[in-house]
């Protein structure tokens, strides 16, 4: 047990160092309007001319962060291991803290795919930030929390496999989606204040960014639909019927249905945007209560916490 | 959205409507209504709104639990509202019948020109249409015309695109598409949300689900498959450090007197015979039944515990040397008295108020039958008795809570729901994206120009990126 929290801990001080260097890269990347903010002895008149730090600093936050993925990837295996050893079960996803550890992993794997194929950098310091949010939320639980505890009976099935890891997978890409409603606000804001900071430079135009955000929905939506179907499924298993509007379901259900009025909303005017961007994290934020919320504050069938 | 309508107008011929109350009026305006992404914004918000009430407020509990908690006055505002089972309540049943209504009419509306536009002829289009699509640019290109359309519908083909073109003495047209499936997929997802809807409708009218607490020895009937269900066995497993690892229970079904099946069920793995599951679903302490009972017998005199005795369930049990016969008759968890019929029963299944029911035979001729109380002790005295009983502990008969249902309607459940899946799967990594290609000569016929164009109904970035490959492909497109 102490040896897979010691990897949860490395992987939290990782993705701090990633985060750290993401922003880093942000404000690095100059205006390209203003050489002569160049930092002193920089040797602009080698033609750097996006910022040669920029590209380093870039390079290693990436660097770091594929470190801290694989950090992350061996703490879940490592306490898979623990519990298979001890417990004859090994889905490293059976409590709060393991499942947010998953998210986490699911957030910054995620991450990773998108930058290999957009290239676009300054995501990170949004995206990588809400992964290390999780990540560091996971380790503020009490210790108990924290421990691999056997698990309760109704949890004892194959089923655990793979309806816990497609919903907390669909919770990663509402995250992804939240932080770039983030970002969008941010940008929107650097652009509202007229003159091209470093900030405004360093971040994708608007609409590609609202474009990223609608994506990542539509990739929770279907793995969500997923995982509720399963959960019925595992429901019609373990507790005799596939629906029994417990709160834990039902919030996922009101997740999904909140999710299902953007995917229809960006079909009618005026959806896109900072609308669709404010509407994303507002999207998160029900999607932390479905999370955690309902974990902690009511009660039901699901709460094992 | 639907950025090139089809060429055929949908729908009847419309007459210049009048403006009454014409049936056709009425008709389009309905399907206009019932079609509408608007409503399908509001229903979805409406019934992720309405859904949280159910899981703040508890669910079908008794009047006195909500009267405790929120007060007479609001419990008679949640009966009013159904706010005590809301997901069944006409409203909320009535919301998802009318999501289902909205996506089959928008399905009936929107479906038939998708169908269409994939067998359509879409080469007659002008060149003022290619340049003012989305995306749209022109690229000089050596070669003929001919061998440069040539070269385009081969490029396409290559890239998965389903390729039409046509070639006219003036210039050749090229239209490519891809990922319809995508918008297919869509309509499979709004016609599934039907499908799921339906078979829960099937369950909930043919089909039943109870719970029933069961003892270990006790044979059931099954009035629904015509069967009886005999508890064979049940026990539970603990881990090591004493945290419960399974509960099981070995169930047998008999038809008559024939053992058909037995099995031993446990949490996550049921017994189903004639579609009728049974699943183990909780355990507890019966509240009307122990196994065995601990007495203190005491000289009523000097106080002094002269013997302790476990009593096995109603079984008879002597004592010779105190001169006495005993037998545990009776018990109940939390002692309640209706004295209308004058009966003794268990308020609540909690062991609040423990007391058994004990028979008392002894050598003088004594008989008697007092409710002696776990947490009363004395209350009762038996006249003529030189024996005081005291009821020091007890352990509980464990019953099995087997949750016993048969849903007719869940295997329609899940094709709606695979449904759903692949379809919103489909649309979710699928985009539908169409191009139209104009080549046009140039005046000396050794190169020609080529206006290309094309739109996307999502995923623009993606297409951006694609239609960009694509026009620095055919740059090089004849070498
Ligand atoms: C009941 C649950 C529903 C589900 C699961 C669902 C799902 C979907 C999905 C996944 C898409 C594709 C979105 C995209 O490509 O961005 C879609 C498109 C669409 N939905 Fe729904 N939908 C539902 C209900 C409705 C309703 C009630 C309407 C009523 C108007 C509606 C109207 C549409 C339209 C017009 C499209 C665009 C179709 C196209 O591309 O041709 N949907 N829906």
Redesign the interface.
């Known amino acids: 047990m102490i040896r897979s929290l010691f990897l949860f801990d490395m992987t939290f001080w990782l993705y701090l160092a990633a985060l750290s260097l993401y922003i880093g890269y942000v404000f690095a990347r100059r205006p390209a309007a203003s050489f002569e903010l160049a930092p002193a002895g920089h040797p602009t008149s080698m033609g750097f001319n996006d910022g040669a730090w920029a590209t380093q600093i870039g390079q290693v936050a990436t660097i770091v962060t594929i470190f801290g993925l694989i950090m992350n990837t061996v703490a879940l295996g490592t306490r898979a291991y623990e519990r298979l050893e001890h417990?004859g079960t090994f889905a490293p996803w059976s409590n709060q803290f393991e499942a947010m550890a998953f998210v986490s992993w699911a957030i910054i794997f995620g991450y990773l795919l998108f930058e290999a194929r957009?290239k676009i950098k300054s995501v990170g310091a949004f995206v990588v930030g809400i992964g290390f949010i999780a990540m560091g939320a996971a380790s503020l639980l009490p210790y108990r929390y924290q421990t691999a505890?056997?698990l309760?009976?109704?949890l004892?099935?194959y089923?655990i496999y793979i309806h816990v890891s497609v919903t907390l997978l669909s919770y990663a890409a509402f995250a992804m989606a939240g932080g770039l409603g983030i970002m969008y606000l941010v940008k929107e804001r650097a652009e509202r204040l007229g003159k091209p900071s470093r900030l405004y430079n360093a971040l994708p135009d608007l609409?590609?960014i609202d474009?990223?955000g609608?994506?990542a929905i539509?990739?929770g939506?279907?793995l969500l639909?997923?995982g509720i179907?399963l959960g019925?499924?595992w429901a019609?298993?373990?507790?005799?019927?596939?629906?029994s509007?417990d709160?834990k379901e039902?919030?996922s259900?009101?997740v999904w249905?909140?999710y299902?009025?953007y995917i229809?909303?960006?079909?009618?005017r005026g959806w896109e945007g900072r609308r669709a961007a404010i509407y994303a994290i507002f999207g998160l934020l029900m999607v932390v209560f479905c999370f955690w919320g309902?974990n902690f504050l009511?009660s039901?069938l699901h709460a094992y916490a | 959205m639907n950025g090139n309508r089809p060429a055929i107008a949908e729908g009847e011929s419309v007459p210049a409507a009048t403006p009454g109350l014409g049936w056709d009026q009425v008709k389009r305006e309905l399907l206009e209504f019932f079609a509408s992404i608007k409503l399908a914004m509001f229903l979805f918000i409406v019934l992720a709104i309405t859904a949280t009430i159910g899981t703040v407020i508890q669910q079908n509990e008794r009047a006195e639990v909500y009267i405790k908690e929120y007060g007479e006055q609001v419990y008679q505002w949640f009966v009013l509202l159904g706010f005590t089972d809301v997901y069944h309540t006409w409203w909320f049943t009535s919301l998802l019948a009318l999501l289902c209504i909205n996506s089959l009419t928008c399905f009936y509306k929107r479906f038939p020109a998708i169908w269409r536009s994939m067998q359509q002829d879409k080469v007659s289009v002008t060149l003022p249409f290619v340049k003012n699509l989305k995306y749209t640019t022109e690229v000089a290109v050596p070669g003929q015309k001919d061998r440069v359309a040539e070269g385009l519908v081969r490029m396409f083909a290559e890239k998965g695109y389903q390729v039409l073109a046509k070639n006219g003495p003036q210039e050749a047209t090229v239209y490519a598409t891809k990922g319809i499936l995508g918008r297919v997929g869509a309509h499979v997802a709004h016609l599934s949300a039907t499908v799921i809807v339906l078979g829960g409708l099937v369950g909930s009218l043919w089909g039943f689900q109870q719970f029933g607490v069961c003892l270990e020895g006790e044979t059931y009937h099954i009035p629904e498959g015509q069967f009886d269900l005999r508890v064979d066995k049940f026990w539970i497993d603990y881990h090591d450090n004493g945290a419960v690892k399974s509960y099981n229970s070995t169930l047998t079904v008999l038809e008559g007197e024939d053992a058909k099946l037995t099995k031993t069920i446990t949490v996550n793995d049921p017994l189903v015979y004639k579609d009728i599951w049974f699943y183990q679903s909780s355990y507890g302490n019966a509240w009307d039944r122990v196994e065995v009972v601990r007495l203190n017998i005491k000289d009523k005199k000097t106080d002094e515990v002269l013997h302790t005795v476990d009593l096995d369930w109603q079984q008879e049990k002597a004592l010779n040397e105190l001169g006495l016969k005993l037998a545990v008759t009776d018990f109940v968890a939390d002692f309640g008295f209706n004295s209308q019929d004058k009966k003794v029963y268990s308020k609540s299944v909690d062991h609040e108020n423990p007391a058994i029911k004990l028979a008392i035979w002894e050598r003088d001729g004594v008989a008697a039958t007092p409710w002696i109380f776990y947490h009363y002790p004395g209350l009762f005295d038996i006249k003529d008795s030189q024996y005081r009983f005291e009821l020091v502990g007890y352990r509980p008969k464990q019953f099995t809570g087997l949750q016993i249902s048969k849903d007719p309607g869940v295997n329609i459940v899940w094709v709606g729901s695979t449904l759903i899946v692949v379809g919103i799967t489909l649309s979710s990594f699928i985009y539908h994206r169409r191009l139209w290609v104009k080549i046009v000569p140039d005046a000396n016929g050794a190169q020609s120009v080529v206006h290309i164009g094309g739109n996307t109904h999502k995923s623009q970035i993606d297409f951006q990126k694609e239609f960009r490959r694509i026009t620095e492909r055919l740059k090089t497109l004849t070498t």
């Open positions: 417990l957009y505890e056997p309760v009976p109704a004892n099935s089923w609409e590609t474009e990223l609608y994506k539509m990739v939506f279907p639909a997923f179907i019925a499924m019609n298993y373990a507790w005799g019927g596939y629906w509007w709160p039902t919030w259900l009101i249905l909140i299902g009025a229809h909303a960006r079909m009618t309902v009511l039901g």
